[in-house]
Structures are given as structure tokens and as C-alpha cells.
């Protein structure tokens, strides 16, 4: 086992962690994967990793932080742009939310969480509540600044042009990918998918005229 002193940064002790949590979470499932194997496979005592993580729970809800963390820190910085131009603003964060959602990383998660469901149970309510819990009320109020704007029916509800947003831009392409009947979408065709999400919810709630 590598001496815990020469683990490197902070950063890299991170991903090998990371890559360790992945690869057991691939091989044995959510429930089967402990805090010894996870430092194990990183190459660190079971006690630095407790340092770092109390316990199996925490450490998993670091990984889902962690994968959801461009597009939550997409949508801070650009609180301007949602200002000025929310739409644009929208438009950009699709394929970054396509491309997270899609990711091995995504999937791994998402499969530990549907077998997880009738043993802890835990895993998936901790990935609802970093992703779309965290992202769907920054999604309605953009939509709502765009109907402030004029840029689309201000008579509408926000949670629901959201809705609609989510369902045409993410589909069933989460479950399809976790299946394994979906291949990870290339950039052009998450560029692609987002802009027609944006243009099918400026045709349900087109402007007034």
C-alpha cells in the first residue's frame, strides 16, 4: 500500500479516490463497495480515508457533488448573462447538462442508484438532490426572466416551460444510457439537441405580439 504522505495534492488524491470509487461501484454495486476497498484500490489507509469521509455515504455524495459541479457552476457564473440574455444563458448550460448526464461517470452512478433502491436506498436520493433538485430551480428562473424579458408568453408558468425544457433536451436518453442503448452524445449533437429544446419551448410560449 503507497504511504499516505506521498499521495500528491489534494487534487489528485481526489481522482484517485475517485477513479477508485468508480471502478469498485462498476464491479461490485453501491452496496457491496466499502470504505476498506475504496482505500485499498486508491492506495491509502482506511484511516486517512475516514479523515477525509466519515463514512461510505458522505464520500459518494462528494462524487455526485463533484459530477454535477460544471453545470451548477455554469449557472453562478453566469447569473449576468441570465439577466440579460436568459435564453442564451439556457441555450449554453444544454450541453453541458447533456454531456453531464450522459457521462460514464453519470451512468455508473445512476446504475448503483437503481440497484441500490431495495438495500440503503440512499445513493439516489443524494444524486436527485445535487443534480436536478439544484438545477431545476435555477432552469425556472431563467425561463422566468425570459418571460419578464418579452422573449417568451409571460402568462405562462415557469415550472412548467422547465418541464418542458428538461423533457425535450434530456428525453429518455438518462435511462437509455444506463440500460446501455444510448452511446455518450459528441459535441455537435449536444449543441444540436439544445438548441431544438430552446426552439420548441420559444414555439409553446412564443412571445406577445
Known amino acids: 500500500m503507497a504511504d499516505d504522505k506521498n499521495l500528491g495534492s489534494v487534487g489528485s488524491r481526489w481522482e484517485m ?3 477508485a470509487a468508480y471502478a469498485l461501484l462498476r464491479e461490485k454495486g453501491y452496496r457491496s ?3 476498506l476497498a475504496i482505500a485499498k484500490k486508491a492506495g491509502m489507509s ?18 455526485v457533488e463533484a459530477n454535477a459541479k460544471k453545470a451548477t457552476e455554469f449557472f453562478a457564473s453566469a447569473e449576468q448573462e441570465a439577466t440579460t440574455d436568459p435564453l442564451a ?3 449554453r448550460l444544454g450541453p453541458i447538462l447533456l454531456e453531464l448526464v450522459a457521462s460514464e461517470r453519470a451512468v455508473a452512478l445512476n446504475r448503483a442508484a437503481a440497484g441500490d433502491v431495495h438495500d440503503t436506498a440512499r445513493l439516489g436520493p443524494l444524486i436527485a438532490e445535487n443534480g436536478r433538485e439544484v438545477l431545476w ?4 428562473r431563467t425561463i422566468g426572466l425570459a418571460m419578464a424579458a418579452g422573449d417568451l408568453s409571460s402568462d405562462a408558468d415557469p415550472a412548467m ?5 428538461f423533457s425535450v433536451l434530456i428525453g429518455d436518453l438518462q435511462i ?6 444510448a452511446d455518450p452524445l459528441e459535441c455537435e449533437a449536444r449543441i444540436t439537441r439544445s438548441t431544438l429544446a430552446l426552439d420548441i419551448l420559444k414555439a409553446a410560449y412564443p412571445p406577445e405580439t
Not at 416551460?161 to 425544457?165: S, V
Not at 437509455?176 to 442503448?181: C, F, L, S
Request: aromatic share 10%; glycine share 4%; proline share 5%.
Open 17 to 19: 479516490l475517485a477513479e
Open 33 to 35: 463497495t466499502s470504505m
Open 46 to 63: 482506511n484511516q486517512t480515508l475516514y479523515r477525509l469521509y466519515p463514512n461510505k455515504q458522505a464520500l459518494f455524495g462528494a462524487l
Open 89 to 91: 444563458a439556457l441555450n
Open 137 to 140: 430551480p435555477m432552469v425556472t
Open 161 to 165: 416551460a422547465a418541464d418542458i425544457w
Open 176 to 181: 437509455r444510457r444506463v440500460i446501455g442503448t
